[in-house]
């Protein structure tokens, strides 16, 4: 081993060395996150309701965002005046209710599976999956989930996902 080739190599790792670390403090624009084009924010989704019975007669995909409408909304979905809607406050908070048709031609159940938010837009999108189940009582149904979400001022698209056999995961929850 040639003492002038180690120190040769030894200069050029440590030289790249320096400019990776260099890279790393003072990144190039290219790095740099664009504030433009913020990336969507997943929100969390606490679960209000879910079941197979609504007695909204509708297709139903619905913001809610204050607690009367909430009340109204509750009592068309019970038909039960002495039902009290579950607790969301509407200054932190906002509904969102996924009811699907009547009488589905298979046994369903229908989850809000995910809330995005996409603070440029000012638009947040709703994704709601429908499940097949088999053991399901198919003779009366009408699925629902209806979840709370931070309020966010704009407005929200829902979209449906395919049908996925099996069961439905749980509700998701994170309150």
């Known amino acids: ?18 400019v990776l670390l ?13 504030e433009n084009f913020p990336t969507p924010e997943h929100l969390n ?5 879910v079941g197979q019975l ?14 009367s409408a909430w009340a109204s ?12 809607p579950p607790p969301v406050n509407f200054d932190t908070e906002e509904v969102i209710a996924v ?20 603070p440029k ?6 994704e709601v999956t429908r499940f097949n189940q088999e053991d399901l009582n198919c003779i009366e149904q009408q699925p629902f989930h209806f979840v709370a979400i931070a309020h966010r001022d704009g407005r929200f698209e829902f979209n449906n996902t395919a049908r996925r056999p ?4 749980d509700a998701p929850s994170y309150a």
């Not at 403090?25 to 290219?30: A, I, Q, V």
């Not at 909304?73 to 009290?84: D, G, I, Y």
């Not at 099996?166 to 995961?169: A, L, N, R, V």
Request: charged share 15%; proline share 8%.
């Open 1 to 18: 081993m040639h003492p002038v080739e180690t120190y040769g190599n030894v200069r050029s790792q440590v030289t790249i060395g320096i």
């Open 22 to 34: 260099a890279g790393c403090m003072n990144p190039s624009p290219m790095q740099r996150p664009d």
């Open 45 to 49: 989704v606490r679960t209000l309701a």
């Open 54 to 67: 609504s007695f909204i007669n509708d297709v139903t995909r619905s913001v809610i965002v204050n607690s």
């Open 73 to 84: 909304f509750w009592l068309s979905h019970t038909r039960n005046e002495s039902s009290t």
């Open 99 to 118: 009811v699907f048709e009547e009488k589905p031609a298979d046994c369903s159940a229908v989850r809000v599976t995910n809330v995005t938010w996409d």
């Open 121 to 126: 837009s000012g638009v947040g999108h709703v």
């Open 166 to 169: 099996g069961s439905p995961p």
